[in-house]
């Protein structure tokens, strides 16, 4: 039988290159697309490196309705993942406009030229933000959608609504060789990094996010950690969130293209949480951190940061069941594969830095 084949826009960043690995691993042909806006090509050869493959790769901006047409023209694409996008709340709330307009034109070019080549299984990557501060936790895919707190988190929400009318749409009007069938994931807190340690994330400036920062802070990049908020209304006073491992996450994303693919869908448009099921406190995650690796962490308590919920974390029963999928790394080996990989990134600048020597 001929093998699937999976584009993944937005393949060179974080989340796309583990998924890229997982894909291959499980037998698809990838197509990688990226314009690396937010990134550069070291996840690309790390994946290339740990897969041992030549992957097809197109530099190209999702936002380019011409390119995204002829990519779908050029392979015959059974699948596609979209990651092309921006994703700093900050950000999106100083810049508006260029959020809305990179995250839907470059979603909407998927979807029309999925469109125009005969159909495709489109798989969303969507995030917990779109549930903001839940009343009942944990939350289900039931629980319902809050008003998004930031541009990002709005972006979210409309792609989601977006590939559900579309998906509607094309399972009415259309043959079923012809129709759009969608997933959206939405992932809770993804971290750590490959086992390999060749891919990772790899943040531009200053990050926004709680490992990044803690990793950066232990390789001296950073003086200190701020830990926003000890007064919180938990049992050490700071915010619980559901971290994922990338890896599990990267296999989700291959549960849910394999459900699509293999016509296992319940219905056409599918909604899954992706995390662990578990709370942990930024305080349990920094412990955490300091005793698998080995090492103290320079931190304090700082004020709240504006726009954090106090606590959200997964109820993961429909993905376990409907894509017979579980997280299974333990935080403890999340957070040394997230160490591991700061020290890899610390190795290749000291490589480079000799050579400019
Ligand atoms: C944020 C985004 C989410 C996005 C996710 C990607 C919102 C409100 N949040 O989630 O949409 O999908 O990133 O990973 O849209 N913290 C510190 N010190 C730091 C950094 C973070 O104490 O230097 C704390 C935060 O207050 C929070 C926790 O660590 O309690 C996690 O923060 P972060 O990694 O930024 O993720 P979220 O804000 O949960």
Same mark, same amino acid.
């Given at each position: 039988m001929a093998k699937n084949t999976v584009l993944v826009s937005g393949g060179a960043g974080?989340?796309?290159?583990? %998924?890229? %690995?997982? @894909?291959i691993e499980a037998g698809y042909n990838v197509v990688v697309a990226d314009n690396f806006s937010n990134c550069d090509a070291t996840c690309f050869e790390g994946v290339k490196k740990i897969t041992g493959k030549k992957i097809p790769f197109v530099e190209m901006d999702f936002c380019d309705a011409e390119a995204v047409n002829d990519l779908f023209a050029k392979y015959k694409i059974d699948a596609v993942i979209h990651f092309a996008a921006f994703k700093a709340v900050g950000e999106s709330v100083e810049k508006p406009v260029l959020y809305y307009? $990179? $995250?839907l034109c470059s979603f909407l070019n998927v979807l029309d030229a999925a469109s125009h080549h005969g159909g495709c299984n489109v798989l969303f990557s969507s995030s917990a933000t779109v549930y903001g501060e839940a009343e009942n936790l944990p939350v289900t895919e039931k629980t319902p959608r809050l008003p998004a707190t930031s541009p990002y988190g709005n972006t979210k929400q409309i792609c989601e609504d977006i590939l559900r009318d579309t998906v509607k749409a094309t399972n009415v009007n259309r043959s079923p060789e012809w129709a759009i069938k969608g997933i959206a994931l939405r992932y809770f807190n993804p971290i750590g990094a490959h086992p390999s340690a060749l891919i990772g994330e790899l943040p531009r400036g200053v990050p926004? =996010?709680?490992v990044p920062f803690i990793t950066q802070t232990a390789i001296g990049k950073r003086e200190c950690l701020s830990i926003f908020g000890n007064d919180y209304p938990t049992a050490d006073g700071t915010c619980l969130r559901?971290?994922?491992?990338?890896?599990?996450? *990267?296999k989700a994303h291959v549960a849910a293209v394999a459900r699509m693919l293999e016509g296992r869908m319940e219905e056409d448009y599918e909604i899954f949480n992706i995390g662990t099921g578990r709370p942990v406190s930024v305080y349990e995650l920094v412990s955490a951190f300091e005793k698998v690796?080995? @090492?103290? @962490? =320079?931190?304090?308590? *700082?004020?709240?940061? *504006?726009?954090? %919920?106090? *606590?959200?974390?997964?109820?993961?029963a429909l993905a376990n069941e409907k894509l017979g999928w579980k997280a299974e790394r333990s935080v403890e080996d999340t957070l040394a594969s997230a160490w591991a990989w700061e020290k890899h990134i610390a190795e290749m600048e000291a490589v480079k830095a000799s050579s400019e020597e």
């Open positions: 974080y989340i796309g290159s583990h %998924v890229t %690995v997982e @894909l307009k $990179n $995250n926004n =996010n709680l559901d971290y994922i491992d990338v890896v599990d996450l *990267a690796n080995g @090492l103290k @962490l =320079n931190y304090k308590y *700082a004020p709240r940061r *504006a726009g954090d %919920v106090v *606590a959200i974390w997964a109820d993961t």
